[in-house]
């Protein structure tokens, strides 16, 4: 898992995140990394699902209908990729999706 902190408000009113994150994952994909260093400057907890055999690479397949990695849940929302969680952050709508 990622780091981060429980769902709420901390002292200084920073958005804590409440909805569960899951990414599906390759160690050297860099996208892959350039996820999880948003999510982590974010402080947000993920569950990182390793896409290391043919079963769990095609249960992704199931879940998102895509075939590349990272592949980004967000509750029970399919987010999409890297490039999808950026501009979700660039339009300042994921913080409000992480919030649940």
């Known amino acids: 898992m990622g780091k981060g902190k429980p769902a709420g408000r901390d002292q200084i009113g920073n958005t804590k995140m409440a909805a569960e994150v899951i990414m599906y994952e390759s160690p050297a994909?860099?996208?892959?990394?350039?996820a999880r260093q948003l999510l982590d400057t974010k402080s947000v907890d993920y569950k990182a699902i390793l896409?290391?055999?043919?079963?769990?690479?095609?249960?992704?397949?199931?879940?998102?209908?895509?075939?590349?990695?990272?592949?980004?849940f967000i509750g029970t929302a399919h987010v999409g990729g890297y490039?999808?969680?950026?501009?979700?952050?660039?339009?300042?709508?994921?913080?409000a999706l992480l919030a649940g």
């Open 29 to 34: 994909c860099p996208y892959c990394r350039a």
């Open 51 to 72: 896409v290391d055999s043919r079963e769990v690479f095609e249960e992704m397949i199931e879940r998102s209908g895509r075939k590349t990695v990272p592949q980004i």
């Open 83 to 95: 490039d999808d969680i950026l501009a979700l952050e660039r339009d300042e709508a994921l913080d």
